[in-house]
């Protein structure tokens, strides 16, 4: 099974921070892979696909690059709605696996 | 618009069974695959299973194969999870999702999800 190690697993910034989340496979996956974004109480939703592909309706503050075993998404300018926790999940093979998950918390 | 809705959480004894649903509309439900996902309440996601639009090929996570089984009846559109032999560690919010990938093969980007049907396994 592919292992994805999210880091960090927790973090706290400002509204106007760049904030920048790792994610990494346990072997490639080429670019099969996907960014949620869950806030408590709710349904994951979908943020990124394909590595780098913005999800429609998702705010372009939001861009997701990497290939291969290493991924990261970025936030250019963290909003007070975008404090939430958030997974990576890989899509390249079966078992599909997800990061444990990075909160993204108010400084 | 795509609305999921999942059914059939309980509480449930260890060793017990247990059949979830998950009914579709807004889309044409016959032409995607569908997943479930599980998420213990304040814990990561963990992804269950997938079947294909047409239920001719299912996959599953280690820990469940052999004791989950995922269906479709697409003249329903609805999505099934039935559950066997549950163990205290199955006790997780389950999620149904729908795959963004159409009839000619699955993606595993997964959009919408519906709200999530609570499932205890506890004596």
């Known amino acids: 099974d592919i292992q994805m190690t999210q880091s960090p697993s927790s973090l706290s910034a400002s509204v106007g921070d760049r904030v920048t989340i790792t994610c990494r496979a346990s072997?490639?996956?080429?670019?099969?892979l996907n960014w949620y974004q869950q806030k408590p109480g709710k349904a994951p939703k979908l943020l990124i696909y394909?590595?780098?592909s913005l999800h429609s309706g998702v705010p372009s503050r939001f861009s997701g690059s990497g290939s291969g075993t290493d991924f990261t998404l970025t936030i250019s300018s963290l909003q007070p709605e975008d404090f939430a926790t958030y997974y990576c999940?890989?899509?390249?093979?079966?078992?599909?696996?997800f990061g444990g998950g990075t909160k993204v918390e108010i400084k | 618009e795509v609305q999921l809705v999942e059914s059939g959480g309980v509480v449930v004894q260890p060793g017990g069974s247990l059949r979830l649903s998950c009914a579709a509309s807004?889309?044409?439900?016959?032409?995607?695959?569908m997943h479930w996902v599980r998420q213990v309440p304040g814990k990561g996601l963990e992804w269950v299973s997938l079947?294909?639009?047409?239920?001719?090929?299912?996959y599953y996570a280690d820990s469940v194969r052999g004791r989950f089984t995922i269906s479709r009846d697409n003249s329903k559109n609805s999505l099934y999870l039935q559950m066997n032999s549950l163990r205290t560690e199955d006790t997780a919010l389950y999620y149904c999702a729908k795959d963004r990938g159409d009839s000619s093969g699955w993606l595993g980007w997964l959009d919408p999800w519906g709200q999530g049907t609570l499932v205890t396994v506890s004596s």
């Open positions: 394909a590595a780098s």
């Open positions: 999940h890989q899509s390249y093979s079966t078992p599909l696996t």
């Open positions: 807004g889309f044409t439900f016959d032409d995607y695959t």
């Open positions: 079947i294909t639009w047409d239920g001719d090929n299912t």
């Open positions: 072997q490639s996956i080429t670019n099969y």
